[in-house]
């Protein structure tokens, strides 16, 4: 009979209990964090950070909490923040490749006026773009396009199927339609039988790397 040593059993049983876990929901925590952000509390656009809670690295202050109210690129970005902290995505960052992060992250930068949350996690080296966009998960990041040209910053929480195509995206972010804080579902421009007006060409997936141990 083969003996395995006490060291190598443990690791088995731990990837055992871990595995299932982590492979199934791999992006878990970070829709804890989504969720740990009450529904509502008022939609404002623009003016202030948009974010329902203050952003620090290290000593450095990134945003305030706004005032009242939040919206899309505020709330995205609050959850990227404290899931890259909680994952040690930020270690040796710079306060300034930070604060440059947040701005590509709202677009707030010429070249990252299209692909913003893809492009910023890129920039800072914490994440990818997922192509193609059908490969997002739950808990991704993802920057959508309407075809009336308007745009918004969510949470992917699940892609709506009808058979083995998507048709439209579940998420989670700050609208006017859940006066705040809340899921939201939009279908796709090309989705037969669906009043949507999501581009699906023009939807960029984000997703941060995995802990960094």
């Known amino acids: 009979m083969t003996r395995i040593a006490p060291t190598v059993l443990f690791g088995l049983v731990c990837l055992l209990v871990a595995s299932p876990a982590q492979a199934k929901e791999p992006n878990a925590d970070i829709l804890k964090v989504a969720r740990s952000i009450r529904d509502g509390g008022g939609y404002v656009w623009g003016g202030e950070s948009g974010s329902p809670r203050e952003i620090r690295h290290g000593d450095d202050l990134i945003v305030n909490a706004q005032a009242k109210g939040?919206?899309?690129s505020g709330f995205t970005f609050c959850v990227a923040m404290e899931a890259a902290r909680e994952r040690g995505l930020l270690r040796g960052k710079s306060a300034e490749a930070v604060r440059k992060f947040q701005k590509q992250w709202y677009g707030?930068?010429?070249?990252a006026a299209e692909r913003q949350c893809a492009l910023?996690?890129?920039t800072l080296g914490i994440g990818q773009e997922i192509k193609p966009m059908e490969a997002g998960r739950p808990g991704d990041f993802v920057q959508i396009w309407r075809t009336n040209k308007s745009g918004h910053s969510v949470l992917l929480v699940d892609w709506i199927r009808q058979g083995d195509d998507i048709v439209g995206i579940r998420y989670r972010s700050s609208q006017k339609s859940t006066d705040g804080v809340g899921d939201r579902t939009e279908y796709f421009s090309d989705a037969a039988g669906h009043d949507g007006k999501v581009d699906r060409a023009r939807t960029?997936?984000?997703?941060?790397?995995?802990?960094d141990n």
């Not at 707030?108 to 070249?111: G, K």
């Open 70 to 72: 939040s919206y899309c």
């Open 108 to 111: 707030s930068s010429e070249e």
């Open 204 to 211: 960029y997936v984000a997703r941060l790397n995995p802990r």
């Open 120 to 122: 910023a996690v890129e």
